[in-house]
């Protein structure tokens, strides 16, 4: 029994460059089951981005899963035009691209962790106090009314 959600078959991924011929992919084979993290590395310009869009969407398309893809943060916005562009409207609904520090606060809304208080009223007043006397001698408006007599 096949467990993959993703997999490949002997793909291939070949570059002209001149008269040469890169393989960037030649004959690959890859198996991906539910729970499993992979990871794809390469140069520049080798096709990882292209290899996993193509991926994400025959996913989308052939199964109808829910997916969600995490980028690096400034990369957001390309890789949800890249997939707007690759996808029917209808399965756009089924994909979400976020990145470390949106899944985080996801993370944090829906099990707490954060969002708690860490420390009290009391103990937020002393902090404040405490940061205050540290740069006491350059707050001119408090430094100056200390030495007024009323």
Same mark, same amino acid.
């Given at each position: 029994?096949?467990?993959?959600?993703?997999?490949?078959?002997?793909?291939?991924?070949?570059?002209?460059?001149?008269?040469?011929?890169?393989? #960037?992919?030649?004959?690959?084979?890859?198996?991906?089951?539910?729970? @499993?993290?992979?990871?794809?590395?390469?140069?520049?310009?080798?096709?990882?981005?292209?290899? *996993?869009?193509? @991926? *994400?969407?025959?996913?989308?398309?052939?199964?109808?899963?829910?997916?969600?893809?995490?980028?690096? @943060?400034?990369?957001?916005?390309?890789? @949800? +035009?890249?997939?707007?562009?690759?996808?029917?409207?209808?399965?756009?609904?089924?994909?979400?691209?976020?990145?470390?520090?949106?899944? #985080? +606060?996801?993370?944090?809304?829906?099990?707490?962790?954060?969002?708690?208080?860490?420390?009290?009223?009391?103990? +937020?007043?002393?902090?404040?106090?405490? #940061?205050?006397?540290?740069?006491?001698?350059?707050?001119?408006?408090?430094?100056?009314?200390?030495?007024?007599?009323?």
């Amino acid at each position: 029994m096949n467990n993959s959600i993703i997999s490949t078959h002997e793909l291939k991924k070949y570059y002209t460059v001149g008269e040469n011929t890169v393989k #960037a992919l030649d004959g690959v084979n890859i198996a991906v089951n539910k729970g @499993e993290f992979i990871c794809i590395a390469g140069r520049s310009g080798s096709g990882k981005s292209e290899t *996993v869009a193509r @991926e *994400v969407c025959d996913l989308i398309n052939n199964t109808g899963r829910e997916v969600v893809v995490i980028v690096p @943060e400034q990369e957001t916005v390309v890789w @949800e +035009r890249k997939f707007a562009g690759l996808l029917k409207p209808s399965s756009n609904l089924r994909l979400e691209v976020t990145n470390f520090t949106n899944l #985080a +606060r996801s993370v944090f809304r829906e099990y707490g962790g954060l969002a708690d208080s860490v420390i009290d009223d009391g103990s +937020r007043i002393l902090i404040m106090w405490r #940061a205050m006397l540290s740069v006491w001698n350059s707050l001119k408006v408090y430094n100056n009314l200390s030495s007024r007599e009323d």
